[in-house]
């Protein structure tokens, strides 16, 4: 059936121009290799206008080249490929894929894809419809990886700005050139996140791997949970509330991440906005736990080659969450590194944050080692007493400096 559809179907198969035989010839649509980002727009929009709840695209393994980014009246950016405004949209490859190992359907953007370009512009490869309600629409994104050809253009590769609710999986947002001493060009982002006011369910990130952007995770809404995560070779791996919103809402509910990674980056988080996106004057204090953060640094080997710069608030005190974290600083390892800066001075007050590889107790000498977060508290076995970290000093109890 490869007349692009003749009815809705419940479940649409798509093969690459390189898919094998059996999986062509069992597929209801089969890609030609050259702007295959039309035709798959083609099927997507067969679901638009018809009252649709669902539409289920699954991709045979295969390579589907992306040679355009076009214009759409209910897009906010030139996309290559555009969902349409429904309740449930399911975009998968067919098999499983260990996104750091391989990937078996690869979304590849060619360099002919930017011709038009202007110098400034940002697109995106794939993002959803801004026609109905916010948050109306709902996505299951997963197998699949997004080929960028450089680090050099302002590429979105995933915008979930008008989803309600995004489960994503197994997932891998890759621009091609990443690597030491590369910065790539502010603009370019693996994933942005929702807008304001999401869904309370439905926003789930897991086992997706980022490399080579500004921006490899630019999150932002609310109850959003991610899990395995990896932002790598990019200058931040990842943002908070880094992107405007167009319409009154808050960003106040908690985000969780939980044993995510950022390797060879060149900063640790920024926390943007947050709160009433109207108002300036509103402080937001939107909660960010991140769970066993795990960090790598190196110093020779990140885009900027300088010292990782510490995660900053841009406007100190209106973010606040716990944080627990453990970082390398080593390429042959040899443990966890007792002396990580990990926020900029001024910023961080509002979050609970520990190095895991501090002892909670011990000799004055092995605190003394340590780079210590804002009220670390340690008993000082020398001491004998509880100090506390204030900012500036060890202090015991009653303010007084214990070294």
């Not at 996309?79 to 349409?84: D, G, N, V």
């Not at 002396?339 to 003394?368: C, P, Y």
Request: glycine share 8%; with cysteine.
């Amino acid at each position: 059936m490869n007349n692009l559809i003749i009815a809705l179907l419940a479940v649409v198969k798509i093969a690459a121009f390189n898919s094998s035989e059996e999986a062509k010839q069992s597929a209801d649509v089969v890609c030609t290799g050259n702007h295959d980002e039309k035709t798959i727009q083609a099927v997507l929009d067969k679901y638009d206008g018809n009252n649709s709840e669902t539409c289920t695209l699954i991709f045979a393994d295969g390579t589907y080249h992306i040679d355009g980014f076009h214009t759409y009246g209910d897009a906010t950016h030139r996309t290559a490929i555009k969902f349409p405004p429904i309740a449930s949209m399911v975009f998968q490859g067919e098999n499983d894929i260990v996104p750091r190992v391989g990937v078996n359907v690869e979304f590849k953007v060619r360099p002919q894809a930017y011709d038009d370009l202007k110098s400034d512009e940002q697109v995106c490869v794939m993002l959803f419809s801004d026609r109905i309600g916010r948050n109306k629409n709902n996505a299951k994104l997963k197998n699949f990886q997004i080929m960028l050809p450089d680090t050099k253009h302002k590429v979105i590769c995933l915008n979930l700005y008008r989803t309600g609710g995004a489960i994503l999986e197994n997932l891998r947002m890759n621009a091609a050139g990443a690597g030491a001493g590369v910065i790539p060009v502010e603009g370019s982002v693996g994933i942005r996140g929702q807008n304001v006011n999401t869904n309370g369910i439905g926003q789930y990130w897991k086992d997706i791997y980022s490399i080579g952007f500004y921006e490899a995770f630019q999150i932002g809404g609310e109850h959003t949970i991610c899990v395995g995560l990896l932002g790598y070779k990019s200058y931040y791996g990842y943002t908070f509330g880094n992107y405007e919103t167009v319409e009154w809402g808050v960003w106040e509910h908690p985000i969780t991440l939980i044993n995510c990674s950022e390797e060879l980056c060149a900063s640790l988080p920024l926390f943007n906005a947050c709160g009433e996106m109207r108002d300036p004057n509103n402080p937001g204090r939107q909660c960010v736990d991140m769970i066993s953060h795990t960090m790598e640094f190196r110093e020779t080997e990140n885009p900027t080659l300088k010292p990782v710069l510490p995660a900053r608030e841009v406007v100190p005190g209106t973010w606040c969450g716990n944080i627990t974290f453990a970082a390398n600083t080593n390429p042959l390892s040899k443990g966890n590194a007792v002396d990580i800066l990990f926020w900029e001075k001024g910023s961080g007050h509002r979050f609970k944050t520990r190095n895991s590889a501090h002892a909670m107790a011990g000799t004055t000498a092995e605190r003394l080692t340590y780079v210590p977060t804002y009220v670390q508290t340690y008993y000082d076995t020398d001491l004998n007493k509880l100090v506390i970290f204030n900012g500036e000093d060890w202090v015991d109890a009653n303010g007084n400096k214990v070294d």
